[in-house]
């Protein structure tokens, strides 16, 4: 629903948009036409890309009771990105959030 307005504002006034890479949330990949092509579209490797790009920030909730579900699942596959990152802060991200 926040989303909805946002997307409604920017048709009647000049927004700037940031890129998909930023703030990249579980609705970005769970409400994308192929889910399945959105998760092929990442790659963890020195870094973690999506679509060719470093993946700025993400945006979750890990101790939210609400949408548990959905959540979890976003979050998995957030956490396999960091496990399989040799990037340094995604490995020490990764134990402390899987401790």
């Given amino acids: 629903m926040e989303q909805e307005c946002l997307m409604r504002a920017s048709s009647f006034f000049h927004c700037n948009e940031i890129d998909i890479q ?4 579980w609705w970005r990949l769970f409400q994308a ?3 399945q092509s ?18 700025i920030s993400i945006h ?12 979890r699942k976003y979050n998995s596959f957030i956490l396999k ?3 399989q990152s040799t990037k340094l802060e995604h490995q020490e991200l990764f134990k402390i959030i899987s401790s």
């Fill in 81 to 83: 990105l960091l496990k």
């Fill in 60 to 71: 979750t909730h890990f101790f939210s009771s609400e949408n548990y579900s959905l959540y």
């Fill in 22 to 25: 930023h703030n990249f949330g």
């Fill in 33 to 35: 036409e192929n889910t």
């Fill in 38 to 55: 959105r998760k092929d579209s990442f790659l963890a490797s020195d870094n973690i890309y999506f679509e060719g790009l470093p993946l």
